[in-house]
T-cell receptor, first 112, second 114 residues
Framework: QKEVEQDPGPLSVPEGAIVSLNCTYS??????FMWYRQYSRKGPELLMY????GNKEDGRFTAQVDKSSKYISLFIRDSQPSDSATYLC????????????FGTGTSLTVIP | SAVISQKPSRDICQRGTSLTIQCQVD?????MFWYRQQPGQSLTLIAT?????????ESGFVIDKFPISRPNLTFSTLTVSNMSPEDSSIYLC???????????FGQGTRLTVV
């Protein structure tokens, strides 16, 4: 079983839609959770960083962590064509040492 | 946040040659990592670059093939040695200011071996 599971998509939505991106994980020791956005031919860009369970909001983006279910989500409100990218979840902490564990990424296309 | 400059951004190399990729961070960081990313796939950790000591390599990656230097807290290099077409990939440098803080990435080096 992979440490982090993420549906690769692709996911296609109309402009203005609410997008939900999700990851599940197996190691209950993870404490730090991140979402990255990666445009084609670019490096990953950090979008959200959260610690432990709960919600964090930043503009149109909301990150949710449910440690009891080992499930994290990224919601994008009022999606824009510029949101079209691959979204990677990542996590670290606990007994995992100094490593970051990444999902495989979800490809999102927002159609104008 | 940390700003990471990585160069070259891309290169086309002949098989059997070596390429050194440089990674410069705009602030001192504790952790530096090197990843490989195949098109359409996630990140594979090559090694953790340790300041002042040998890098820590992941299974499947060896120092002779991917020598890494980290002379200080802001700079690291990754060399891809004796390249073959199978080494064609995107190589990414990443850094975190401290253990268990968020990681930042460079823009990547797109390597094509012919």
């Amino acid at each position: 079983q992979k440490e982090v599971e993420q549906d690769p998509g692709p996911l296609s939505v109309p402009e203005g839609a609410i997008v939900s991106l999700n990851c599940t994980y197996s190691n209950s020791a993870f404490q730090y959770f991140m979402w990255y956005r990666q445009y084609s031919r670019k490096g990953p860009e950090l979008l959200m960083y959260t610690y432990s369970s709960g919600n964090k909001e930043d503009g149109r983006f909301t990150a949710q962590v449910d440690k009891s279910s080992k499930y994290i989500s990224l919601f994008i409100r009022d999606s824009q064509p510029s949101d079209s990218a691959t979204y990677l979840c990542a996590m670290s902490g606990g007994n995992t040492g100094n490593q970051f564990y990444f999902g495989t990424g979800t490809s999102l296309t927002v159609i104008p | 946040s940390a700003v990471i400059s990585q160069k070259p951004s891309r290169d086309i190399c002949q098989r059997g040659t070596s390429l050194t990729i440089q990674c410069q961070v705009d602030s001192q960081v504790t952790m530096m990592f090197w990843y490989r990313q195949q098109p359409g796939q996630s990140l594979t950790l090559i090694a953790t670059a340790n300041q002042g000591s040998e890098a820590t390599y992941e299974s499947g990656f060896v120092i002779d093939k991917f020598p890494i230097s980290r002379p200080n807290l802001t700079f690291s290099t990754l060399t891809v040695s004796n390249m073959s077409p199978e080494d064609s990939s995107i190589y990414l440098c990443s850094a975190a200011s401290q253990i268990n803080t968020e990681a930042f990435f460079g823009q990547g080096t797109r390597l094509t071996v012919v």
